[in-house]
């Protein structure tokens, strides 16, 4: 797994399938369900990353190296 947005569709569109088998017991179903909700708070917790991440390309790509100071993941203080 390369840790990419791609891979985390992937992952979430297979937990679809997963819940979608029509024969699993309900305790497998439970299982799943609770699978599933893991999964879901995790892929907020990257796509909020991704959105932090593309608000500070969209910054630098509009004032430029300026507001570098402000955005130390990029290249500003600390870094």
């Given at each position: 797994?390369?840790?990419?947005?791609a891979d985390?569709?992937?992952?979430?569109?297979?937990?679809?399938?997963?819940?979608?088998?029509?024969?699993?017991s309900e305790?497998?179903?439970?299982?799943?369900?609770?699978?599933?909700?893991?999964?879901?708070?995790?892929?907020?917790?990257?796509?909020?990353?991704?959105?932090?991440?593309?608000?500070?390309?969209?910054?630098?790509?509009?004032?430029?190296?300026?507001?570098?100071?402000?955005?130390?993941?990029?290249?500003?203080?600390?870094?």
């Amino acid at each position: 797994m390369t840790n990419s947005l791609a891979d985390l569709n992937n992952h979430l569109f297979a937990q679809l399938d997963r819940l979608a088998v029509a024969d699993l017991s309900e305790d497998a179903l439970k299982q799943e369900v609770a699978r599933t909700n893991a999964i879901v708070a995790v892929a907020d917790q990257v796509i909020d990353n991704a959105k932090v991440q593309l608000t500070a390309a969209k910054l630098f790509a509009e004032h430029g190296g300026t507001v570098l100071e402000h955005l130390p993941q990029i290249g500003g203080p600390g870094k």
